[in-house]
C-alpha cells in the first residue's frame, strides 16, 4: 500500500462499498462518512507499518471496528451494531470473503429443505414472495415466515461464528 497509485485505487474501489456497510451500521451519513474516511486516512499514515494481504476484509473489519469504537466511546449498545454487521453479511453474501462464504454455507446446510429453498429463492435468485409462493405452492404468509425463520436461525449461527470474523479476514489472501 506504500505506492500512491495503489492507494488510490484501493480507495476508488472501495468507498462506496466501505460508506454503505458503514452507513447501514450508524444510521448516520456524515458519522458513516467520517468513519470511512479515517479508515483511509489511518491506512496512508501507516503504510509503511502494515502487511496487509487481503485488503477488503482489512478495510471491512477495519471500519466495523471504527463504528464499534464509536459507540463504545459514546456509550451505546454494541449489541445492535452487531445484529447489522450480521444483517449485512446476510444480505451480501454473495460478495463476502471466500472463506467466511463456506461458513455461512454450512450455517446455510443446516436450514431445514424447504425454507432454505425459500431462503435461496428468496436472496440469491431475487424473486418476489409471491413468485415464491407461486412456484412451491404455498401460501404468501408461509414464505414469510419461512424466511424470517431461516434469516433468525442463521444470525443466531453467525452469532456462534462471530469470534472467528477477524481470523477469517487476517488469513484471506485477497490482494498479494
Known sequence: MKNPEIFNQTYTTYWKKLNAFSYTMTQDKDLAQNIVQDVFVDLWERK??????AIEPYLFRAVKNQVFKHYQNNRFDKTVLE??????????????DPELTDLLYSLLDKLPEKRKEVLLMYKF?????????????????????????AL?????????????????????????
Open 48 to 53: 509503511e507499518d502494515l502487511n496487509i494481504s
Open 152 to 176: 433468525k436461525q442463521l444470525r443466531a449461527g453467525m452469532k456462534e461464528i462471530t469470534w472467528l470474523l477477524p481470523y477469517l479476514f487476517l488469513s484471506s489472501k485477497f490482494l498479494r
Open 125 to 149: 435468485q431475487d424473486m418476489s414472495i409471491e413468485q415464491i409462493a407461486d412456484e412451491l405452492g404455498i401460501s404468501k404468509q408461509t414464505v414469510k415466515n419461512q424466511i424470517s425463520a
Open 83 to 96: 445484529d447489522k454487521f450480521e444483517d449485512y453479511i446476510i444480505d451480501n453474501f454473495a460478495t463476502i
